[in-house]
DNA sequence: TATTGTTATACTCTATAACTATA
DNA sequence: TATAGTTATAGAGTATAACAATA
């Protein structure tokens, strides 16, 4: 059955987890991609953009919108880099990591929420599995 | 990390999984879309168009695009539903039929190296864990 | 009135190409 | 020459609204 294929199941089970962080995060003024670059940048040692960009796998390009964005919401600033002035350090704002806080607790909640219909060996395994079919990228 | 967040995987392993998929269906003149909506009619008795987008849950007016692709490429017909007229059915060509049977075998093979680094344990629970989590649809 | 297919349209997400400034 | 950030732009993919035909 095509709707058992691989490739299906990926992107329904994306959507409708989706429906449910969206609604979850929306109270805190981000979206799902925008938690993923405060999340990523939630570092010990701040991040170039590029650097931000090449962990999440997106383009440079997509990033700097992102950025934009964040940073017009006050959640996080950018700064030259003292060594090199062609790269900006992208740094969470207190503001930033208040709300990075929030929205992992609505994360965690909507993944418990999504696999809850699977035991909880299963629900690990899942997690297990997909991360060693996405390894984590961009040193 | 956020780069272990659920959402994140779900779709980068859709992503990686396509770049083997579409490269695989290219010689066959489909994507992977066109494949869901082949694969779908592939159905004993004939669907309608909204049957066929409640099962992959696209909505109708995109799936009025694809109908239009693939009976352009001679692989799906539409025809009057003979008690409703409001309806299309669209029933696979026999070119329709062979090209799904070839790309069917692409699949398969595209799945079974994107879940080589599993062990194959792993990899069926790991199927069976996504297609609990997305349940089939549409009736 | 409701449903199915259709069209026109708009929105989101993303990447490519070209530019600027730095290295 | 190469890299980082930026801008402008274009292409997928998708959905919403409105309409025609039919029920």
Redesign the pocket.
Known sequence: MSTRRLVHLF?HAG?RLSELTEPGLEPYGI???EFGVLSVLNTPEPL??????QRL????????????ALEGKGLVG?RP?P????????ELTERGRETLSAATRVMDEAEEAFLAPLPADDAQLLRDALSRLVPPSGG
Chains 1, 2 share one sequence.
């Open positions: 992107k959507l979206d799902g991609r170039s953009q590029l650097e931000a960009a796998r997106i383009d440079r390009t997509t990033m700097v919108a992102m950025v934009d950018r880099h060594g090199d002035r062609r790269k900006n350090m992208v």
